[in-house]
DNA sequence: CTGTTAGCGCGTTCAT
DNA sequence: ATGAACGCGCTAACAG
């Protein structure tokens, strides 16, 4: 276990300074071509290498940026943080996760802890809106660190984000299967102190009524994303005196439950029952009976977030200008709602 | 944007000196309890935080991991590290990742930039095996970080490893297909040169040649991980003069593939070719017809990664002793394999 | 118990 | 073009 070499070593090495050396690697104008040389040849022969710590103490930069997601282990999160560290890591920069697991401590925890390790910027997207205490993005804002949401944001003046439209996702998804011919459409819901969960429900409510279909709460019903929760939806909504004949649903994973319970009941799909998920998960395209939902680009979102990041920390922070950006989602329709073969 | 406050500022405010308010700060039994708790008061009144890099600068320890894997928007790399952030947290540490895309040379690029970043020690996936160099990585064992390899390893003196018997769980998936009667079983391969799938397949080999069955290395193709190249490779199977009656895939996607085209030819699973892949991947549970697969627990498998590195980091560098952590994979029986019901 | 000094490795004045 | 000195923020060694 050898000791990294410093520039001190080759210095001592050449009998010159320490600073000339550092010139000497930073190409800096002031240095004689002779010198210049000599010090790159022995840096590289005594395998010199830049302690990015030590230039992080004195810069103030780190070159870290902290990513903080509920969890990672979701395809959503994992394409959105490919695209992060793809757009990043040409720039230099290195990308440290963060878990939150939908806890809200635990959110304020890793913020603060990333702070601690002198991150350069936060891009992350929000476990929960429903507490009131912003205090902590505050903090980052009085630091001068930027913060970028996206997907799951709140909205807070000087904050910037990135996230797709919800409400169009939602709206091109209800016309697509008033197109089909659907009259009576339920909705899968969930949590509506999200944004974007309020979106996808206000985009569903607006496709009804510009067609003039009823819109029905009571065939609007939170549910969680799991598989389970959505067969245990579709149940009550299949057993209803006047069951639909279409689910649009917030989430894929509600939006598969549904498919296997609409089976159970021995209807057909699309033909008496029509499906659409959310998030253009990977299994909605194997699946036998492939799932019609709503593409979010995340590997893009990430690249897109990141790039806002950059800008930001090039500003030379003049203005705190915001920046929204909306990408729009793209309707993958396949089989579940494909009653019309044109 | 207001400067950070640090132990002079409050020392100043004290007029006491730096190293006392560090002491204090860190909980030295040394020092008075009338002081510590005026600089504890003090410091929280001024929204005092530890920088850590400062203190990795002076310590030499960063609290940074790198995790180096060909792509995070896989399931599996995506659980792994889940498993490893989750564990190292509580520790303290931070999780860099990293993606190689198998591009060896990012794989270099990775490791180099993450030593310039002084990590405290490397978890990675080899992204490929053919290369003899593996000079990059005695360069981490000379410079004492720890390197831990998970699931695609190289077998090198002194490196710990955590994976799971690649072997046991070909053999057990043989074994059931031939337990279920199967008796042309033919295997989607893939690049041997990596370890995993290298042992994937001499553990089909080794099951057939106990169970008494011929070994015929003409239904063995090398296939990449791609649902489209599976297709491809089992047309081919499909269309030979004497075709298998089960399909051992070394990964999900390919035994996807593998079912669309046993399918497109009017066969049925599994009554007449039966199908199991690897690494049950979430659709394969989620399909209609579910495929049956090896649970290689990723989540656990980051979790032990992370310990051993633990280990390693405490170890108070004395033998440099390798660990090889081997994990037993479960065989999860499905709907694509499942004839004979019990 | 507390102050003084020094050093982690680097870049950057200010001189020369 | 180069050297000397300093500071980033913190802890540890040595005094007292």
Do not use: W
């Amino acid at each position: 276990m050898n000791k990294k070499t410093t520039i001190y070593d080759i210095a001592e090495k050449l009998n010159i300074t320490a600073a000339t050396v550092s010139r000497a690697l930073n190409g800096n104008t002031k240095i004689s071509e002779a010198t210049r040389k000599l010090v790159n040849d022995t840096a590289k022969e005594m395998n010199y290498e830049q302690n990015k710590l030590a230039l992080a103490l004195k810069s103030g930069k780190s070159f870290n940026i902290g990513v903080i997601v509920p969890r990672i282990d979701s395809n959503f999160f994992a394409s959105v943080i490919r695209g992060i560290e793809e757009e990043l890591y040409p720039h230099g920069y290195h990308v440290i996760i963060c878990q939150t697991h939908d806890q809200e401590n635990l959110e304020i925890e890793n913020i603060n802890s990333l702070l601690n390790a002198q991150v350069d910027g936060i891009l992350m997207s929000i476990s929960n809106a429903k507490l009131e205490t912003s205090e902590h993005f505050q903090k980052l804002l009085r630091k001068g660190v930027p913060l970028i949401f996206f997907d799951r944001k709140k909205d807070i003046p000087g904050v910037s984000s990135v996230t797709i439209d919800d409400f169009k996702g939602a709206y091109d998804a209800t016309k697509h299967l008033i197109n089909q011919g659907c009259k009576r459409i339920a909705h899968l819901s969930n949590n509506r102190e999200m944004q974007i969960f309020k979106n996808r429900y206000l985009g569903y409510k607006q496709a009804l009524i510009d067609s003039g279909i009823e819109f029905d709460e009571s065939i609007v019903i939170e549910t969680m994303s799991k598989v389970l929760e959505g067969r245990k939806t579709t149940k009550l909504l299949l057993n209803m005196n006047y069951p639909p004949d279409a689910i649009f649903s917030s989430s894929d994973f509600t939006a598969l439950g549904a498919i296997e319970e609409i089976k159970a009941h021995g209807l057909k799909i699309p033909e008496d029952v029509s499906v659409v998920g959310f998030s253009n998960e990977p299994f909605t395209r194997f699946m036998e009976l492939s799932i019609t939902s709503v593409d979010q680009s995340p590997i893009e979102m990430g690249r897109i977030a990141a790039k806002v990041f950059l800008e930001e920390a090039n500003n030379s922070k003049k203005i705190k200008s915001e920046k929204r950006v909306v990408l729009s989602p793209e309707l993958i329709i396949r089989d579940s709602s494909l009653k019309l073969k044109n």
